[in-house]
Every structure is written in C-alpha cells, then in structure tokens.
C-alpha cells in the first residue's frame, strides 16, 4: 500500500497543475458546504434571538363581542382583573385596549397653517396608560396618564405610519373624531409587540362613552396585552383568564406564543435540513466534476497505465493508484476548501455584523467529505485505468 | 500446423519455446496477425526479430511478452508454460523475468530517471531502499549516474532510451524484449543502444529486439523473419565486432 501511495504521490506531485484543477471543484463544494452549515447555524443563532426578545413574551387575552353589541371596557375586563394581572410573577406590565371594527372611523386632521385636512378612515383603539409600555412602544412627545383618563382629557396618540400620511406631529396637531376634538400629544415611533398601534389613533378609555356613540353594527373587541420576562409565557397564560375574569374566564380568548425552546428546535431543524440539502448539492457536483476530470486525466495517461501493466503492475494495484491520488486530491481539498469556508462564513458574519457560529465537527465533516466525494469520484476512472490494455495501449 | 520454414532452432535449455503460436483477431474480416509460428531462443542468445510493417513482428513480440494472449500453440518461459497462467500470475511473471524496452521509450516524463527505474521496480515486492540501490547501478551502468535526479523530459533521445534500457534490466530479467529501440534515434545513439543490447547478451543476458535496422539486425546472433503473419527464414549471422 505504501508504495500504491508513493506512486500516486509521485505523479500528483509532478503533475501539480492538472491535480490542482481536478483538485477546485470538490474544494469549492467543501467551501460552500462548510459555509452553508456555518451560515445556517448563525442564522439559526440570529433568528432566535429575535424571538426570545419579543414574541416569545408576548401574551394577549381577549373578548371577542357579537356585532352591534357596544360594552364599555369596564364592562368586559374590569380593570381590577388588570391590575390583579400586573401583580402575577413574570409579568412586567398589562394594559388594556378596546378597538372598534366594522364601520370605518372617520377622522380628520387640523394642522397649524394648513387648511382641514380631508376626512380619512382610521383604526381606533381606546387603551389605558399602561398599554404604551406592555406593547414596549417607543412614543415621540407624551403619551397619556391616568390623571388624562380621570378628568377625560380630549387627547390623542397617534401611529407613526399614520401620523406620517397626515403630516401630525405632537403637540401642534389635533383630530376631529365622531365630533370629539381631541389634541395630538404623542407619535408611536416603533412597538414590538403590537404593530397595529403604528397605523392608529389611541383615544384614552375616559373617553370611550363618546367613542362608541354612534357606532351601531360596529364590533368592540376588549382585550388584554400583557409583556412577561423569558420563560414566564406558559405560566402567565394558563391563569391570565381566570385573573382578568374570575367569574367567567371562559368568556375570553387566551394567546401564548410558541414556546420558544420547541420553535427554536423547529427552526434549527429547519435551517440544518435546509443548508444540509444545498451542501449536499454542491457535494454531489464536486463528486461529478472530480470524477470527470479524474476520467479524463486517464484518458491522457493511457501509455503510463499501459506502461504499468506491462512492468508488472496488477490490475488492482491500477486500481488503487487512481483511487490514491483521488482521495489525495479529495483530502487536500476538502481541507482547503473547508478552511477557505470558515474564512467567508467569518467574512459574511464580519460584513453582516452577526456572531458567527460553527460546529467544528463540521469543518472536520467537510474534510471527511471531501475525502470521500474524491474517492467515489475516482471510482469509475480507476476501473476504466485497470482496463488498459499494456499492448494496445502502448502502442499508440 | 506449422510450416518447415518457420520451425527456428529448438530444443531442450531453451529460455523461451514457441510451439504453433497464432495470433488472430475478429473481424469481419478475420485477421491472422501469427500463424503457427515455433522457434526456441537460448538463454544469452540476441535475437533480432525483422520484417515489413505489418508483417506481424509487433504482435509475435507482444505474446513473447505476455501482453496479449495468443488464440493457440504454446508458449514456454524460463520453464512456466504461459497458458495455465492468470492476469495476475502473468503481471507477476512480467515483473520478474521480463524487461521491455519500446520505440517510444514511454518514460514517465514528470519523474526524475531514477523515479522512472524505481516506479518499474515498484510492482515486485522490493524494498524502497533496495529499489533505489538497483535503480542507480542500472542507470550507474548506462552511463547516466550523472544524472539520476534529472526530470526524464529534459533528456536527449539517447539518454531517455538509456534510461529505458535502466528501467529493463535493473532487476535482472530472465529477457529484454525491444520493440524498435533505435526507430527514434539518430545514427551515432543508434550505435550505441546497439552496443549496449549486444554487452548484455555478452554478459549473459537474453535480447529479442523487433527491429526495421539493418545494423541492428546484424549485430544479433540469429535473426527471424516474419513475413504476413509467418515466421519465415531464420538466419544465422556474423556477428560485427563493436568497441
């Protein structure tokens, strides 16, 4: 064996150039394996991040009204079950909100030195102080207190998606809205748990009695938002219900998000099959392109192997050789193309400004891989070498 | 059947017996490259094999060396009948007793001439280091023990068919088969490969050569013509002096 290994060593050596481009395609596929799987796991790494941050403290309670039917918050969720709520481990904060769906809310906007504003279709939502920090809203000028909802201050926060599409800014604006005149104290900049305050107008609940006037066939739904620290999200739900309405907890509608161990093995799962299935794309055209090449620097070495056979060489020690400078080939550039992958997953990661993460095992798999696609690529190559013919062969 | 004429010298000590060798292939039409050719060749002796191309020498001299397999007759090597032989017994066979030396010298290009002679020397279970002693009083002995480390491509005719003829008899075959030796080489090489083959016949090796040169062809000590696939007219020759 050792001498099948010098052999092969020999010619590699002495034909460095030809063993370099049969060398590039399972090198590259190495690369792009050893990158997929480096890119699916710090993308794996990324996602759930995200997710632990906000969704996965994120628990809503709501209830849902029959149409036409109009309630006062109060009447639906007391505000005592809120207040009970805020005082549960794991609970950072709970606000409340109503919002009105069916007929569209017509507002219309006044804007210091411009004329009336034309009347526009708005969502409405009614919520209590403490709804801007459960949905962790960031607001430009003030939100509302309880002091605006006590003495029902006409004031307003808006979205900044809608604010943007009326020109409002805090502070200079005011609305017309169901004919309450209500001054624009605040802009909703960003939220991460409730993404619909960005396309609202946000009516303190003092004045919900003028707000639900006149809405015959609307729909108000009374619901809950509650933002909980990492882990408490199973917990806060199974009793958010019973704390919110003791006396009728089914009436409401609990919402807990994915528990986000289980997501975040759905989506490793995911990301490994995914990054799995391209490498090995890749790795299978390595195979081809080596065997190709492999074949056809055979084909230009039929006088050597006829050479071989006549000075005595086996048809497997043929065999072998081939197959020996294959996997040589293979080995070297797995390990290259391999390394080469670490190298651009940690420049993707530098220009993406993401943490990079990587199994080393698989780096080592790539290797192997490598290794193998060599093998198997010089499997068909070696056979058709140990074919030749020594006196057809050298005769050409 | 074989025909009077191509009956060649034969009898017992022969290194090599030929007895109604044929040689055909497939057609359509069917080719008969050999027929029935049977001679001897002692041990020692320089066989000269010549006739016109075509003629059949080539393939006659791939059977001597077992790199084809004849359609019939006998074929004897340093006492092992060749038929009961398999691919495998037959590539050890090559490795021991037969050294081949080819028009084309068919050296590997890449490698340095000590590279070429110990690759051969590879495939027959000889240490490396014995490998490279053997490599080196062969190539010593061609002359070339200047240049043991130079790249075979970077060799001049003469010297790439030396390091051929290294290639042959370091490990001291039974018989060097020549296809052509001299066909690619200018007058005064030719001479010396000549020369060469005829030492080692001298020195107790055995040389069959196919070859269209005259010279060649005389400095043997017995010749066989091969004519359409017959092996027509062994002569004896007188032998040139070389210095």
Same mark, same amino acid.
């Given at each position: 064996m050792y001498d099948v290994l010098l052999n092969a060593w020999l010619i590699l050596r002495s034909r460095w150039l030809r063993t370099l481009s049969c060398g590039l395609g399972v090198a590259l596929g190495c690369t792009v394996f050893v990158m997929a799987l480096g890119l699916g796991q710090t993308a794996q790494a990324q996602v759930s991040d995200r997710f632990d941050v906000f969704r996965a403290t994120t628990v809503s309670a709501s209830f849902r009204s029959d149409a036409g039917v109009t309630a006062l918050p109060e009447e639906r969720i007391p505000a005592a079950g809120v207040a009970r709520v805020r005082t549960m481990p794991g609970v950072i904060d709970a606000g409340r909100f109503t919002a009105l769906s069916g007929q569209p809310v017509i507002v219309r906007a006044r804007v210091p030195g411009t004329t009336d504003a034309e009347p !526009?279709? !708005?969502?409405?939502?009614?919520?209590?102080?403490?709804?801007?920090?459960?949905?962790?809203?960031? !607001?430009?000028?003030?939100s509302f207190t309880s002091v605006d909802e006590r003495v029902q201050r006409h004031v307003a926060v808006v979205g900044a998606a809608l604010a943007r599409e009326l020109g409002l800014t805090a502070g200079q604006s005011t609305l017309s809205i169901k004919g309450l005149h209500v001054q624009v104290i605040g802009v909703i900049e960003s939220t991460h748990r409730m993404p619909e305050?960005?396309?609202?107008? !946000?009516?303190?609940?003092?004045?919900?009695?003028?707000?639900?006037?006149?809405?015959p066939g609307d729909r108000v739904d009374t619901g809950v938002l509650v933002a909980t620290r990492p882990g408490a999200p199973r917990v806060v739900g199974d009793r958010l219900a019973l704390a919110l309405l003791p006396t009728a907890p089914s009436t409401l509608g609990v919402q807990v998000p994915e528990d986000p161990s289980r997501l975040r093995l759905q989506v490793s799962a995911d990301l490994r099959r995914l990054s799995l299935a391209a490498a090995a794309v890749v790795l299978v055209g390595g195979v081809f392109a080596i065997a190709n090449l492999m074949q056809l620097n055979v084909s230009q070495r039929v006088r050597e192997f006829g050479l071989r056979r006549a000075v005595g060489a086996k048809r497997w020690q043929v065999v072998t050789q081939v197959l020996s400078e294959a996997t040589i080939i293979g080995l070297v550039a797995g390990v290259a193309g391999s390394t080469l992958g670490v190298w651009a997953l940690l420049g993707v990661c530098i220009w993406q400004t993401w943490t990079p993460v990587l199994d080393i095992g698989a780096v080592g798999f790539g290797v192997v891989a490598g290794t193998l696609g060599g093998a198997v690529g010089g499997l068909i190559p070696a056979m058709l070498a140990a074919r030749i013919a020594p006196a057809s062969a050298l005769r050409l | 059947m074989s025909s009077p004429s191509s009956r060649a010298t034969t009898?017992?000590?022969? =290194?090599?017996?030929?007895?109604?060798?044929?040689?055909?292939?497939?057609?359509?039409?069917?080719?008969?490259?050999?027929?029935?050719?049977?001679?001897?060749?002692?041990?020692?002796?320089? =066989?000269?094999?010549?006739?016109?191309?075509?003629?059949?020498?080539?393939?006659?001299?791939?059977?001597?060396?077992?790199?084809?397999?004849?359609?019939?007759?006998?074929?004897?090597?340093?006492?092992?009948?060749?038929?009961?032989?398999?691919?495998?017994?037959?590539?050890?066979?090559?490795a021991r007793q037969l050294g081949f030396v080819f028009q084309a010298f068919h050296l590997l290009p890449e490698l340095t001439t000590v590279e070429n002679v110990t690759v051969a020397l590879s495939y027959q279970g000889i240490s490396r280091r014995q490998r490279r002693v053997l490599a080196v009083q062969a190539l010593?002995?061609?002359? =070339?023990?200047?240049?043991?480390?130079?790249?075979?491509?970077?060799?001049?005719?003469?010297?790439?068919?030396?390091?051929?003829?290294?290639?042959? =008899?370091?490990?001291?075959?039974?018989?060097?088969?020549?296809?052509?030796?001299?066909?690619?080489?200018?007058s005064q090489t030719e001479a010396e490969i000549t020369s060469i083959l005829r030492t080692l016949t001298q020195e107790g090796g055995t040389v069959v050569v196919v070859t269209h040169n005259d010279e060649l062809a005389a400095a043997a000590d017995r010749r066989l013509r091969v004519h359409d696939g017959v092996v027509t007219s062994p002569t004896a020759v007188t032998r040139p002096t070389y210095v």
């Open positions: !526009v279709s !708005v969502n409405l939502l009614l919520a209590d102080p403490h709804l801007f920090a459960a949905a962790h809203a960031a !607001v430009a000028g003030h305050l960005l396309n609202s107008v !946000v009516l303190p609940e003092g004045l919900a009695a003028a707000a639900l006037r006149n809405s | 009898g017992a000590g022969s =290194l090599l017996k030929c007895r109604g060798l044929r040689r055909s292939f497939d057609g359509p039409p069917q080719v008969h490259a050999l027929r029935d050719a049977t001679f001897d060749v002692r041990a020692g002796e320089f =066989l000269a094999i010549v006739g016109r191309s075509g003629s059949g020498k080539s393939t006659l001299l791939n059977l001597l060396g077992l790199l084809d397999s004849p359609s019939g007759g006998e074929l004897t090597l340093a006492g092992t009948d060749t038929r009961a032989l398999g691919s495998r017994e037959r590539a050890a066979f090559r010593e002995r061609m002359g =070339l023990g200047h240049r043991l480390d130079a790249r075979a491509r970077t060799l001049s005719g003469g010297e790439q068919q030396r390091v051929a003829l290294a290639r042959a =008899l370091a490990h001291q075959p039974s018989l060097i088969l020549a296809d052509e030796p001299t066909g690619n080489l200018d």
